[in-house]
């Protein structure tokens, strides 16, 4: 039997079991009679069917995952178009069309994962193995949960025949890792009619669980944004049997050492203010002391130097960062080089000034032997205010949270980048949201772009059901 034959059968059965189909559109796709998969079952065998897909970027060939999902929402009668750039690489757009009494609700999630290492992994990593009440594969975290989620949430609004006072619209992106042309930059210049919209949800966020106990829900309302510098030294070549004081090397070490002592000046934004008040409002009195502190603005210093020795994280939200991560320079034990150089990833502020904090960077190296400069990335993120706090949006993902899993919803700002801040840029306002995951199984190894990558099942399975309600709550016809 065909599923559209299924589905009439089992609407039909509903009607005349008298069922309302708006008391619970998500489920009442799926009447729990026979044979019928129920909406989690859905879930996850679509779930494992496309972490079983290899879109490494590279290369990605997130063709294999728009192929999966064109037939799925094809065959559930949900109009979709594909655009791409390299047919390899390509994005799907899907939209269940509402009366227009409201802007577009944009759902996204991307396709590609990021490279594994296979002999690191304990089960193969697009084996989407499940043991434990985990599932093993790579994009278990990033980003596949948001694929699926998405996918589930036009599917069950579709079957639910629930009205929609605005198009909910699903783009299945690529090339997100690494940020590359092919996906959301594609999308944004040479598509935005087709994804424009009002309000949008992508990845970032979660819920976090410490010790077994979840405690809030993180929706990432802004992000960071990177630049890549480099520190060039240059000195003279000689035998190295006669040291130099212009060694290239020794220049540069002295730099790395002079900006790693250099603490950036430290500042909140309305996310990270309500961040550490939302953090100290759940922590344990003696925990709470630093928030609250940074909050009002007292012992800084010592604050700092308790958020950089212990929490690296926070201590990076609150200040543009730097990290050295590669050094180059020399090629033979009895050669003075005569150039060496370093690369440093900053993580900017999203109101930073950037060219000003690269002054105060040259400053800090104080080295005419020493280039400094920014290099020029394809394409770079853009920065924009943060996504406000009190939309219905923000209020629609708070309610979801505290329905599923009883707990507040804290805005937070993302370390890293995500394809949300070119979404932000053209005025939308983006929510980052995610499944429920243990703080303690990152610092095991099995977090997003670890070595290994898995998620707890019933984590993800709840995750797409709050994906679903938060969705229905902001589009569904009042
Ligand atoms: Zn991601």
Known sequence: MTKSRRLAIAVTA?????VDLKVDAYRSAYPKVGAYESPDEEA?????????????????????????????????????????????????????????????????????????????WKHPPFSATREGGYIYARGTQDDKPSVVAGLMTVLQLKRSGVRLDRDVVFLAEASEE????????????????????????????????????V????????????????????????????????????????????IAAWRTPMRLNDTTRAYFTGLARLSSPEEAEPYRALVEGRDLERVQDHLAANEPSLSS??????SPNIIKGGYLRNVIPSEAEATLDIRALPDEDFPAFLER????????????????????????APSRLDTEAFKAIEAAHKKVYGVPTLPSMLTGGTD??????????????????????????????????????????????????????LAAAR
């Not at 939200?317 to 730097?322: A, D, H, K, L, P």
């Not at 960077?361 to 920065?383: F, K, Q």
């Open 178 to 213: 690494g940020n590359r042309p092919f996906g959301i930059n594609h999308m944004v210049a040479d598509h935005w009619a087709d994804i424009d919209a009002e309000y949008c949800l992508a990845e970032g966020g979660g819920v976090e669980r410490t010790a077994g106990q």
């Open 317 to 322: 939200q609150i200040r543009t960062s730097i």
């Open 215 to 258: 405690r809030f829900a993180a929706v990432a309302t802004t992000e960071k944004i990177a630049h890549t510098i480099s520190l060039v030294a240059r000195g003279t070549a000689g035998h190295g049997s006669v040291p130099l004081q212009s060694n290239a090397i020794v220049h540069l070490s002295q730099a790395i050492a002079r």
């Open 44 to 120: 996850l065998r679509h779930f494992l069917a496309i972490l079983r897909l290899d879109t490494q970027n590279p290369p990605g060939n997130e063709v294999l995952v728009v192929e999966y999902l064109k037939g799925v929402l094809e065959e559930a009668g949900i109009e979709t178009r594909v655009f791409a750039l390299d047919p390899k690489r390509p994005n799907l757009v899907a939209r269940l069309r509402g009366s227009g009494t409201k802007r577009p609700l944009l759902v996204m999630g991307h396709t590609d994962v990021v490279t594994v290492d296979a002999t690191k």
């Open 14 to 18: 509903m009607l005349l079991l008298g």
């Open 420 to 473: 949300m801040a070119q979404v932000r840029a053209r005025g939308v306002q983006c929510y980052g949201i995610g499944p429920v995951a243990d703080t303690e199984d990152a610092t095991l190894g099995f977090g997003a772009h670890s070595d290994q990558e898995r998620i707890l099942e019933e984590g993800f399975l709840k995750f797409v059901r709050v994906h679903f309600e938060i969705v229905r709550d």
């Open 361 to 384: 960077l040259r400053a800090i190296v104080d080295d005419p032997a020493i280039a400094v400069t920014r290099v020029e990335s394809y394409p770079t993120r853009p920065g924009s």
